[in-house]
């Protein structure tokens, strides 16, 4: 599986948009682009992901590049409830690519 | 629904002791994995089992082993158990079935601290 690079840390303003940047600029023609949070200690929840094509779900959308070397998240209205770290992964869904590895992510702090 | 159940929640250890992480999910997954998550630090994958009767290493599998037991659950075992493995243990499940999304999904965790 491709590796990503995430910045450490960023913040947002309550009720902005957050854009979370994701490298991956060694990714695959069949690795799909995932993104989960880790809200404080709970287990990691998965929010979308997608190949090339832009995703848009009930929680957040996926920008993915032409050349697919990198992608941002954005989740449209930010709450403090969205404050969480972030991982971007890629990997061969579903039936290859088990060893689903996650990186340091970026945590997201929402301010009020 | 219940999803990924993990036992123990908490547990304290003096080094050498062993004990087993049980985990248990309800979705009919094929798939399941194990990771640990130290402070501050990215999940790190110990073992996975890719399907009932299989199970490969991760990237830090070193002082543990698992049992795939059935298709529902998948333990982990700390034969004897180190200071350095105190940390926060998640177990996942996923479907890999062609056409699903292959999402993981965690269990609550396992807090384990060794003394």
């Known amino acids: 599986d491709a590796k990503t690079t995430q910045p450490p840390s960023m913040d947002c303003a309550e009720g902005r948009a957050a854009n979370l940047p994701c490298n991956h600029s060694t990714i695959s023609g069949n690795e799909y682009v995932y993104w989960y949070r880790q809200i404080h200690s709970q287990g990691p929840q998965y929010i979308i992901h997608g190949l090339k094509n832009n995703e848009t779900n009930e929680m957040a959308s996926l920008i993915i590049t032409e050349d697919r070397k990198s992608s941002t998240l954005i989740l449209p209205h930010a709450t403090l409830r969205d404050t969480a770290v972030y991982y971007c992964i890629v990997r061969v869904p579903p039936a290859g690519g088990f060893k689903t590895i996650f990186g340091a992510g970026t945590r997201l702090f929402v301010k009020a | 629904n219940a999803g990924v159940t993990q036992t123990p929640k908490f547990q304290v250890l003096k080094t050498g002791q062993s004990m087993t992480l049980q985990c248990a999910q309800d979705?009919?997954?094929?798939?399941m994995y194990w990771y640990r998550q130290d402070p501050g630090m990215g999940l790190r994958l110990i073992y996975y089992s890719a399907s009932e009767g299989t199970t490969d290493k991760g990237e830090v599998p070193n002082g543990y082993n698992v049992s795939r037991l059935n298709k529902r659950e998948f333990s982990l075992r700390l034969e004897s158990a180190a200071p350095s493995q105190t940390s926060v243990y998640f177990c996942?499940?996923?479907?890999?079935?062609?056409?699903?999304?292959?999402?993981?999904?965690f269990g609550e965790g396992s807090r384990l601290t060794v003394l």
């Open positions: 979705m009919n997954h094929n798939s």
């Open positions: 996942a499940s996923s479907e890999p079935d062609r056409g699903r999304t292959g999402e993981l999904f």
